[in-house]
């Protein structure tokens, strides 16, 4: 298994211009998550998703839209990108927790590194 | 709006000292918690889960302790070891139907041989 797996790596943008970073899990997993990681700020939670078809807004959701079209799948948009969204953006999934009280540990990718000028 | 808080930011210790990390949580209405260590430019991997029903984990030299009522996590390293330098992160679940996390800063941790 290949796990989490993030596309691109890096990038760098221009202020205005927009890209789609790409989260796949080959885990079969429900769940998927996007976060950002900023120096002194931690992990925050942008959007996630419970299952194909559906989207919800995390803690710091402005400014990006999302897409789980597929399950496998969960697309990261930013439409218009701004100076405030260089950061490194972190995939994650998990399975969808049992019933009663078994929950179960997210997965990481790699990154993805962005900066904006 | 719960709020996660690891002391210290940072520690350096020797080859071979055993340590304590410390996670402490405004909210005791949590599903689970889970410690993560993060390599410099990394993404997470996964360390240790406790369940909102457990009191401890173990794998390896690693221990984790959980008190709920309290709100506080300990992160216990035995016999450290220059490889487990790394950035260690503490995250609670705080919706079970969503799984979704709250991270604190974490603990940057230097073992030097």
């Known amino acids: 298994n290949a796990g989490v797996t993030q596309t691109p790596k890096f990038r760098v943008l221009k202020t205005g211009q927009s890209m789609t970073l790409l989260c796949a899990q080959d885990m079969n997993h429900e769940y998927m998550y996007w976060y950002r990681q900023d120096p002194g700020m931690g992990l925050r939670l942008i959007h996630y998703s419970v299952g194909e078809g559906t989207t919800a807004k995390g803690e710091v959701p402005d400014g990006y839209n999302v897409s789980r079209l597929k399950k496998q799948n969960f697309l990261l948009g930013l439409e218009s990108a701004a100076p405030s969204q260089t950061s490194v953006y972190f995939c994650?999934?998990?399975?969808?927790?049992?019933?009663?009280?078994?929950?179960?540990?997210?997965?990481f990718g790699p990154g993805t590194r962005l900066t904006v000028l | 709006k719960q709020e996660v808080t690891q002391i210290p930011a940072a520690l350096s210790v020797p080859e071979g000292e055993n340590l304590v990390l410390n996670c402490s949580f405004t909210?005791?209405?949590?599903?689970?918690l889970q410690w993560f260590r993060q390599d410099p430019g990394k993404g997470l991997t996964s360390l240790l889960l406790?369940?909102?029903?457990?009191r401890e984990q173990t794998s390896g030299r690693l221990n984790a302790s959980l008190d709920k009522s309290s709100g506080r996590s300990t992160l216990y390293i035995a016999a450290s070891q220059p490889g487990d330098s790394a950035t260690y992160l503490c995250?609670?679940?705080?919706?079970?139907?969503?799984?979704?996390?709250?991270f604190g800063k974490g603990t940057k941790l230097t073992v030097n041989p």
């Open positions: 909210d005791s209405a949590i599903y689970n």
């Open positions: 994650a999934s998990t399975l969808r927790p049992l019933s009663g009280s078994s929950y179960n540990e997210q997965f």
């Open positions: 406790i369940q909102s029903s457990q």
């Open positions: 995250a609670v679940n705080i919706q079970g139907g969503s799984e979704k996390l709250v």
